[in-house]
């Protein structure tokens, strides 16, 4: 990449950080504030018919997600994401301080092991309804309610422990919870100008029959360097 191309991606990224940052950084402190980040193709894809998903969205897109984490004080992550992508779920593309990493592992899923739980000083909650639970990790017990926590009970867990500012960063199905729920307050969308063709879906919430109940959020576009388009919906 060329120091002119480079300069282009950065500016077109900060760009749209200024405006679709703002309420995250002005959000009352009396309160919850939950960002919701989904990165999909042009076709709403957010894997291949075989599982793929890494790099369907490009540097711009994976510097403003990023750039979520810097801003929140936890970032939320459902075990069927830790065990596909074994994410790190820290700050490394952009200069800030990574978040709390929060595991949601309702029927003890997960084990020992994985990325998000390296030992570099950010805090480690894993939220289950079990009594198990990795060294050095605090956990967070809650109720299962017909097989599923409420996403409600995890916001409000999260945050009588001091996380105010939530991203929630995956997967698909844990992202469409919490806005089934009403516990989103933005959904930041990245959609890559890529089209896939086939594959799992995005966001898959209750159905609706009647496209009058369909949400129809404020939403404010930008577009990223290298044609990443990011949508800023506000949901509450």
Not at 37 to 48: E, F, P, V, W, Y
Not at 198 to 206: C, H, I, P
Request: glycine content about 12%; hydrophobic content about 45%; proline content about 6%.
């Amino acid at each position: 990449m060329t120091e002119g191309k480079a300069r282009e991606r950065k500016s077109g990224t900060e760009s749209a950080a200024a405006d679709a940052f703002q309420p995250i950084l002005e959000a009352p402190a009396e309160r919850p504030f939950v960002v919701a980040q989904l990165g999909q193709s042009l076709d709403g894809r957010i894997a291949t018919v075989t599982g793929e998903s890494r790099y369907i969205n490009g540097p711009a897109a994976l510097d403003h997600l990023h750039r979520l984490r810097a801003a929140v004080d936890a970032v939320v992550v459902g075990a069927g994401t830790i065990v596909a992508d074994d994410p790190q779920l820290t700050v490394r593309r952009i200069e800030g301080r990574s978040p709390a990493r929060v595991a949601i592992d309702p029927t003890g899923r997960l084990g020992s092991g994985g990325a998000w739980l390296a030992r570099d000083g950010a805090p480690l909650l894993l939220v289950s309804a079990g009594e198990a639970c990795p060294q050095g990790v605090e956990l967070v017990r809650l109720p299962l309610h017909e097989g599923l926590m409420r996403p409600a009970d995890i916001v409000a867990a999260l945050f009588a422990r001091g996380y105010r500012k939530l991203l929630i960063e995956g997967g698909a199905r844990t992202i469409s919870s919490f806005i089934d729920a009403g516990c989103v307050n933005r959904l930041h969308l990245l959609m890559a100008p890529v089209i896939i063709g086939s594959g799992k879906t995005g966001l898959e919430l209750a159905p609706q029959g009647d496209l009058s109940r369909a949400l129809r959020p404020p939403t404010s576009v930008h577009l990223l360097a290298g044609g990443e388009v990011l949508f800023d919906c506000a949901l509450v």
